[in-house]
């Protein structure tokens, strides 16, 4: 889903002992009746700490629930999220293969887990085949439709990826289902389409729904520079859900809009120390090289390079992460490697940016201008693809376009990176020299 927002549940306790975190003393028996098993749906904004709390009660006493297994296996892969800490994806593996064992037929709740977890790790392919063989048992369920769209979407499939959309919103009409429908607006560039879903999601959910749904609103009302009103959706959120992270995270970005660097420094360290996301420390060190402190950005892309190794030793694919780091912050040459190696798993306009920029840093700019092309095509409002298309361009002599994209890249979000912000206005600055 969107790369700013990875939703998590606030304080996530696991109260369990051994093993994959249940407890079973006593024998299994039969399920609980049907609908009163919580069930844990991933980006939802759901109140986690209660799902996990009322499934943990449900396995101590009816350990042979295959549904519970499955949804605490979803469970654990946002835990993974909510930590960093990836070895929780194992949980989730021993959690859904414990709900197949009970149950290897027709186990659509456990087909649905492993599309999440496929998912998590970024094998968008395998999480479509588990999310479709889900679907096919129970064309309902709001699990499966939901990483059904998020795989289409990371695919790069995106005619399907909105019927998908009509299916899910049809069948299972949800804060997640929405929040989704919202993102493939924002990703389409109409922001004011996208806005008005998530105001009319948050309306009708729940607290957990509503700091999940006004935190994403708030992202669109920064790049439509409309800061005052971001703030305002941040404060109701903080209100809602105190301390909830993505929240954080869209004030450091704010911050950062409104020109305070320092405070969005703090808010990024906060964020960071709580969910160490590769995302997140290379947004916090290019802040800082920004302010002119390296030794301290030096830190954080040193922290960057473990992480992205420790996600990859537990089976998470972080070519597209990788790449953008190398090519900015590291070898052009390992960029294009691990470009080259996700663009043919799938070709989203996130990977089609990557795979430009490192052709860009790798001196081959004609190859790079076709693959701008092709990220840029959706008119989304996402200020990298602009700025880099513009460089690109700019090392083409093509001076007019490059102007263009350039401007638009800087226009699109006040809340980008400044450092990224500084490669674009140097860009600038050379064709305006040059004329």
């Known amino acids: 889903m969107r790369k700013s927002l990875i939703v998590i549940g606030v304080g996530l306790v696991l109260a369990v002992s051994g093993g994959i975190g249940v407890a079973t003393t006593t024998s299994p028996t039969s399920a609980p009746p049907?609908?009163?098993?919580?069930?844990?749906?991933?980006?939802?904004?759901?109140?986690?700490?209660?799902?996990?709390?009322?499934?943990?009660?449900?396995?101590?006493?009816?350990?042979?629930?295959?549904?519970?297994?499955?949804?605490?296996?979803?469970?654990?892969?946002?835990?993974?999220?909510?930590?960093?800490?990836?070895?929780?994806?194992?949980?989730?593996?021993?959690?859904?293969?414990?709900?197949?064992?009970?149950?290897p037929d027709d186990n659509f709740p456990a087909l649905a887990a492993r599309a999440a977890i496929a998912s998590a790790r970024h094998d968008f392919s395998d999480a479509l085949a588990s999310a479709d063989e889900a679907l096919a048992i129970n064309p309902?369920?709001?699990?499966?439709?939901?990483?059904?769209?998020?795989?289409?979407?990371?695919?790069?499939?995106?005619?399907?990826?909105?019927?998908?959309?009509?299916?899910?919103?049809?069948?299972?009409?949800?804060?997640?289902?929405?929040?989704?429908y919202s993102y493939a607006y924002e990703l389409r560039g109409d922001l004011d389409r996208a806005l008005d879903i998530l105001r009319r999601a948050a309306a009708a959910g729940?607290?957990?729904?509503?700091?999940?749904?006004l935190t994403l609103a708030a992202d669109i009302l920064r790049k439509q520079d409309r800061l005052g009103a971001?703030?305002?959706?941040?404060?109701?959120?903080?209100?809602?859900?105190?301390?909830?992270?993505?929240?954080?995270?869209?004030?450091?970005?704010?911050?950062?809009?409104?020109?305070?660097?320092?405070?969005a420094v703090t808010s990024w360290q906060d964020v960071v120390a709580r969910q160490p996301l590769p995302e997140y420390l290379t947004e916090l060190g290019e802040l800082l090289e920004h302010l002119d402190r390296p030794d301290e950005a030096d830190?954080?892309?040193a922290v960057v390079r473990t992480t992205i190794q420790l996600l990859d030793a537990s089976g998470v694919r972080t070519d597209l992460e990788t790449a953008l780091f190398e090519a900015d912050h590291g070898s052009p040459e390992r960029a294009l490697s691990q470009a080259r190696a996700e663009w043919r798993q799938r070709t989203s306009v996130h990977v089609?940016?990557?795979?430009?920029?490192a052709l860009h840093?790798?001196?081959?700019?004609?190859?790079?201008?076709?693959?701008?092309?092709?990220?840029?095509?959706?008119?989304?409002?996402?200020?990298?693809?602009?700025?880099?298309?513009?460089?690109?361009?700019?090392?083409?002599?093509m001076t007019g376009?490059?102007?263009?994209?350039?401007?638009?890249?800087?226009?699109?979000?006040?809340?980008?990176?400044?450092?990224?912000?500084?490669?674009?206005?140097a860009a600038l600055a050379e064709i305006e020299g040059n004329r």
């Open 361 to 397: 840093r790798n001196g081959r700019d004609r190859e790079a201008l076709a693959i701008a092309r092709r990220a840029t095509r959706l008119g989304s409002h996402e200020a990298k693809f602009w700025i880099h298309r513009g460089t690109i361009e700019a090392a083409l002599g």
């Open 140 to 180: 309902r369920d709001l699990g499966a439709l939901a990483i059904r769209v998020d795989a289409l979407n990371e695919l790069g499939r995106y005619d399907e990826q909105l019927k998908a959309l009509r299916t899910a919103d049809r069948l299972q009409p949800s804060t997640a289902i929405a929040a989704r």
């Open 299 to 301: 830190a954080q892309f």
């Open 352 to 357: 089609a940016d990557a795979l430009a920029w």
């Open 401 to 425: 376009e490059a102007r263009t994209h350039l401007r638009r890249g800087l226009d699109t979000d006040p809340g980008m990176s400044p450092w990224q912000g500084d490669v674009a206005r």
């Open 34 to 103: 049907a609908g009163s098993v919580p069930r844990v749906v991933p980006d939802s904004g759901q109140d986690l700490d209660a799902a996990v709390a009322s499934l943990q009660a449900t396995l101590r006493r009816v350990p042979g629930d295959h549904v519970s297994w499955a949804n605490l296996a979803v469970a654990y892969v946002e835990q993974a999220r909510v930590t960093g800490n990836a070895t929780y994806y194992e949980k989730a593996d021993e959690a859904a293969a414990r709900s197949f064992d009970l149950e």
């Open 230 to 263: 971001a703030r305002r959706q941040l404060d109701i959120v903080e209100e809602a859900v105190p301390g909830y992270l993505p929240g954080l995270v869209s004030a450091a970005r704010l911050a950062t809009a409104r020109g305070d660097l320092e405070g």
């Open 206 to 213: 729940s607290r957990a729904d509503k700091a999940y749904t």
